[in-house]
T-cell receptor, first 110, second 116 residues
Framework: ELKVEQNPLFLSMQEGKNYTIYCNYSTTSDRLYWYRQDPGKSLESLFVLLSNGAVKQEGRLMASLDTKARLSTLHITAAVHDLSATYFC??????????FGAGTRLTVKP | GAVVSQHPSRVICKSGTSVKIECRSL??????MFWYRQFPKQSLMLMATSNEGSKATYEQGVEKDKFLINHASLTLSTLTVTSAHPEDSSFYIC????????????FGEGSRLTVL
């Protein structure tokens, strides 16, 4: 059974600081996704990573994928308050359904 | 990106009644849709895979007679919560995969069900 583990589950950061969220998964997958969820809202797609070594950046967020290590990271650079949200990684092997990590609740403090 | 619309966004009902939630893919055809359930401060839990023109595939522990899924067309899947109870109160989210867009999964806005 595919397992997706995210850490940390809770993250409190000061504005301007950097941090990384980790996502480990248990079986081979050809794609990994990162989503953002604001309270009371649905999921917003951030990144789709399709191959080993893939790196994508959008603003202060950068995601990478190491399929050999079955590890993806979401790096936050110079955090700002607007980044406060819950971030989920998800793995969807072979076009099947997705399995989600537990989520990382990020709070950015002034 | 592709758009998935879910309706209603909020619904409040009395115990024992049935509630239907619709999930539509607006600009693409979705042979497969997925229904997730999310409890407060928790992750998404897959309930079932909805297959156009055939029976849904339910995850272990999900009662198929309780959560009826119908996928009658390539753009519409419905989830009916039958004889709802307070413990069914949750955030229900549907998604559909657009294979023309790297197989990415697009999510509806979610439906918050409150059973009194």
């Amino acid at each position: 059974e595919l397992k997706v583990e995210q850490n940390p589950l809770f993250l409190s950061m000061q504005e301007g600081k950097n941090y990384t969220i980790y996502c480990n998964y248990s079986t081979t997958s050809d794609r990994l996704y990162w989503y953002r969820q604001d309270p009371g809202k649905s999921l917003e797609s951030l990144f789709v990573l399709l191959s080993n070594g893939a790196v994508k950046q959008e603003g202060r967020l950068m995601a990478s994928l190491d399929t050999k290590a079955r590890l993806s990271t979401l790096h936050i650079t110079a955090a700002v308050h607007d980044l406060s949200a819950t971030y989920f990684c998800a793995v969807g092997p072979n076009n099947n359904d997705m399995r989600f990590g537990a989520g990382t609740r990020l709070t950015v403090k002034p | 990106g592709a758009v998935v619309s879910q309706h209603p966004s909020r619904v409040i009902c009395k115990s024992g009644t049935s509630v239907k939630i619709e999930c539509r893919s607006l600009d693409f055809q979705a042979t497969t849709m997925f229904w997730y359930r999310q409890f407060p401060k928790q992750s998404l839990m897959l309930m079932a895979t909805s297959n156009e023109g055939s029976k849904a595939t339910y995850e272990q522990g999900v009662e198929k007679d309780k959560f009826l899924i119908n996928h009658a067309s390539l753009t519409l899947s419905t989830l009916t919560v039958t004889s709802a109870h307070p413990e069914d109160s949750s955030f229900y989210i549907c998604s559909a995969r657009d294979f023309d867009v790297t197989g990415e999964l697009f999510f509806g806005e979610g439906s918050r069900l409150t059973v009194l």
